[in-house]
């Protein structure tokens, strides 16, 4: 471990050898950080938080509170300047690998955050949300607490998220709608989904159902069809 002579390091905690650990930072008893990553000044990481290996820490990111729930993050991982995550006490907050969170980013507690996934400056995922592998939350977006973000689906900048997003789609506005396709993940069969779940007026139900019998069976046509078998209107935000 190279932590500079003003960091403070519970002996308690469980650091790599290689890890490099930059001024004024705050590691609490409990903690594990994996080999190769790298915490820049200020950094703040207290109570049960893991942290994989090659991850960066930048300038006042804040992982987790003393008396706080548990905290796991993969591996090569980037947290920009004052991001933060939380866990609750008694709860559970999951990150995988190759994230990037940006400044003022925050991860609230109880949420499960696949691989690749981008989390613009001033987003905020809320409380026991699920944003599945490659989804993109640009920046100062909303998510309300108790949604579900598909899979490389796309949301765009200054959008308040109140319902659960489809998985493959790009959503603007407020309230938002979805637009289209992703264009990052477009493709014909995706671009013909688009327009039998959005453009035919069908119930979700009936568009489910439909896909199937046009589209048959694949990793796309079947997370949408979970999506529309399960997703949770603006409404149940309140309950």
């Not at 529309?228 to 149940?236: F, Q, R």
Request: with cysteine; glycine share 12%; aromatic share 4%.
């Amino acid at each position: 471990m190279k932590a500079h002579p003003t960091a403070l390091v519970d002996p308690e905690s469980s650091v790599a050898d290689d890890v490099a650990i930059g001024p004024f930072c705050v590691i609490g008893p409990g903690v594990r950080i994996g080999a190769g990553s790298r915490l820049g000044a200020r950094v703040t990481v207290q109570g049960s938080v893991q942290i994989g290996r090659d991850t960066v820490l930048h300038a006042h990111v804040t992982l987790g509170h003393p008396k706080g729930g548990r905290i796991e993050i993969g591996d090569g991982n980037v947290f920009r300047e004052s991001s933060h995550v939380d866990a609750a006490t008694g709860a559970a907050t999951r990150i995988g690998s190759r994230n990037r969170l940006g400044a003022w980013a925050g991860v609230s507690s109880g949420c499960t955050v696949g691989n690749d996934v981008r989390i613009g400056a001033f987003s905020i995922v809320g409380e026991n949300d699920i944003v599945e592998d490659d989804a993109w939350i640009e920046g100062q977006c909303v998510v309300d607490a108790n949604r579900r973000v598909g899979r490389s689906s796309l949301i765009r900048s200054q959008v308040p998220i109140s319902a659960d997003v489809p998985p493959y789609m790009v959503v603007d506005g407020n309230p938002f709608e979805v637009q289209g396709v992703n264009p990052r993940r477009r493709n014909s069969l995706l671009d013909i989904a688009f327009e039998i779940v959005y453009k035919s007026g069908l119930s979700f139900p009936d568009a489910a159902r439909e896909l199937i019998a046009k589209l048959g069976a694949s990793p796309e046509v079947e997370a949408l069809t979970e999506y529309l078998k399960t997703a949770k209107p603006p409404e149940a935000a309140l309950e």
